[in-house]
């Protein structure tokens, strides 16, 4: 313990192909566990593990990750990215972020990353707190965000800002989104950016009536191209928006699905379902739907008429994966939310091989 700065953490990683695996961070003033790139690294190196660890009651944010853009190029951008590490955070908790009262959207929440690419943030719970759940400030091109559990946050699951993209966002579960003082509150959303893909997640506001900012109240589902298009980032102006919404279910909401007008007819939109929420197409009437959403299992109960309700597309091939890493196989028919449906079989063996090809003997 002791005295922090501000953005500082109690465990600070700059190395190559470190492991930070089981630790306990708790009380901490300001950050939990922090990785830091400059420019001596880049994405041929070694990722850096950020694995298993418990956060608990950290200042303002509980898992911290920052690179650079100060030696991007044209030509590196998709190649070594100088600035830019590689990193694995997963399976981590992040419980009571943000107990020091930060300004929220300055620097608060389970995990706020800053300038990265080639990062996987997969399977990590995130709990509580007076922030968001995981935020992507600033400038963020091919990460990944795959099965991780939101519940109980302040302000938004997974937000993206200011950044050209791609993200893929998939088989996360938001459940119970706090409003607060702020003009949102969504499970999943972006603002200012470019190519986002919302694929499979699961959104359960649970009809959430607290007040927020001028007199609204509740938690909302997944929002797309909010924000101005120029940020001033290096990439100037993002005038060519496009985002893909594919295979979401969003229950509890009143509004499920909001899009700019301006923007809409470039964004990928299909097989998403709600129960009552506004903007998505498809409507279900859900009682008895999750095997039981009260203990937070969310997977669709059997003979659920949603089992085969998504829509298939191209973009289906990155997201083969279920919110627990199980396969997705193809002939299983395409599961809106973040679960799949499951073959009936008392035991099954599956394979992934290198390649990408899914086996079931």
């Not at 359960?204 to 120029?230: K, S």
């Amino acid at each position: 313990d002791g005295a922090q700065f501000q953005q500082r953490a109690q465990v600070r990683v700059t190395g190559r192909g470190c492991v930070v695996e089981g630790c306990l961070a708790r009380d901490s003033e300001v950050r939990g566990i922090t990785v830091e790139f400059d420019g001596r690294h880049d994405q041929t190196e070694p990722p850096t593990m950020i694995r298993g660890n418990w956060i608990v009651n950290p200042g303002d944010v509980g898992i911290g990750c920052a690179g650079t853009s100060e030696f991007l190029t044209p030509e590196n951008l998709d190649g070594a990215a100088p600035g830019r590490g590689r990193a694995v955070i997963e399976r981590n908790v992040v419980v009571n972020a943000n107990w020091a009262g930060f300004d929220p959207f300055w620097e608060s929440g389970g995990m706020k990353l800053l300038m990265t690419t080639g990062c996987v943030v997969r399977h990590n719970t995130i709990v509580g707190g007076s922030g968001p759940g995981l935020w992507f400030d600033w400038e963020h091109f091919n990460d990944r965000v795959e099965g991780n559990l939101f519940r109980d946050g302040w302000a938004f699951g997974v937000g993206v800002e200011a950044s050209p993209g791609p993200l893929l966002l998939a088989n996360n579960l938001a459940v119970d989104l706090r409003p607060g003082a702020v003009w949102f509150r969504f499970g999943l959303l972006e603002w200012s950016s470019d190519r986002v893909y919302f694929m499979h997640n699961t959104i359960d506001g649970r009809w959430n009536t607290l007040p927020a900012w001028q007199e609204l109240d509740g938690a909302d589902g997944i929002y797309v191209g909010e924000g101005p298009d120029d940020r001033q980032t290096r990439w100037g102006a993002l005038t060519a928006r496009a985002h893909a919404v594919l295979n979401n279910l969003v229950v509890g909401c009143d509004t499920a699905l909001q899009t700019r007008p301006e923007t809409r007819t470039a964004d990928t939109v299909a097989g998403n379902v709600t129960d009552r929420g506004r903007g998505m197409a498809a409507r279900a009437e859900l009682p008895g739907a999750f095997r039981a959403a009260a203990r937070l299992d969310y997977r669709l109960a059997p003979g659920c008429t949603l089992l085969a309700a998504g829509a298939d597309h191209e973009l289906e091939r990155l997201v083969p994966h279920d919110f627990n890493g199980l396969l997705r196989f193809p002939a299983d028919g395409v599961t809106p939310g973040a679960f799949r449906a499951e073959p009936p079989a008392t035991v099954t063996l599956e394979a992934e091989l290198e390649d990408g090809t899914l086996l079931r003997p």
